[in-house]
């Protein structure tokens, strides 16, 4: 009778070894996972080896690429979205209508704003309309707070 090579002999161990583990492991598998522990909010900070790092919460502006809707948002929408988002204007303090127009004018000369000389009342209106609805404050956490611009009218003993 020929002796089985090492190669036959570890061919059939190994494969009777996947049997078995495959027979072994397959109720185990079943088992239900338990259930999901209720994740603990991450710890305020951290420290070790001399550094500490801290969790810190920033509230940043954001960030709106269109203009909202609004008598006049589709031409400002059409005018004024090509080179940057309508943020830039959306965080300006509230301007009057002849500093929205100058601001528009300054668009077209400097920047060379392909802007229509017919959308511009348009465009300011739009503008204009939106400072209007601005509260005295603005939306003004991207621009430091000018304690004079917004005099306390709460009539406190003062
Ligand atoms: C040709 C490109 C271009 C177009 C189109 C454009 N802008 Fe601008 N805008 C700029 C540039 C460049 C800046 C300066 C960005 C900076 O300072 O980082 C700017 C800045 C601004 C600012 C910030 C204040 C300032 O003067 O820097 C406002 C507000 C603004 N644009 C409004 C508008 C409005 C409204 C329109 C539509 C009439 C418009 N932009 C169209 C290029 C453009």
């Given at each position: ?92 303090p509230p ?41 005295g404050a603005a939306?003004g956490?991207a621009q430091d707070p000018d304690p004079k611009a917004a005099p306390d ?6």
């Amino acid at each position: 009778m020929k002796t089985p090579s090492i190669g036959t002999l570890s061919f059939g161990f190994v494969g009777a070894t996947v049997v078995l583990l495959l027979a072994i492991g397959a109720p185990n598998s079943r088992v239900a996972p338990p259930p999901a522990a209720p994740t603990a909010p991450p710890p305020p900070s951290v420290s070790a080896r001399g550094f500490s790092l801290a969790s810190t919460s920033v509230d940043l502006p954001t960030d709106e690429g269109q203009y909202p809707a609004g008598p006049h948002a589709d031409v400002i929408n059409a005018n004024c979205t090509s080179c940057h988002s309508a943020s830039m204007a959306l965080n300006q303090p509230p301007l009057s209508g002849d500093q929205w127009t100058a601001e528009v004018t300054k668009m077209r000369e400097v920047y060379k704003a392909p802007v229509a000389a017919a959308d511009v009342p348009a465009i300011v209106a739009y503008l204009t309309a939106m400072s209007t609805k601005q509260p005295g404050a603005a939306k003004g956490k991207a621009q430091d707070p000018d304690p004079k611009a917004a005099p306390d009218v709460s009539g406190g003993s003062g």
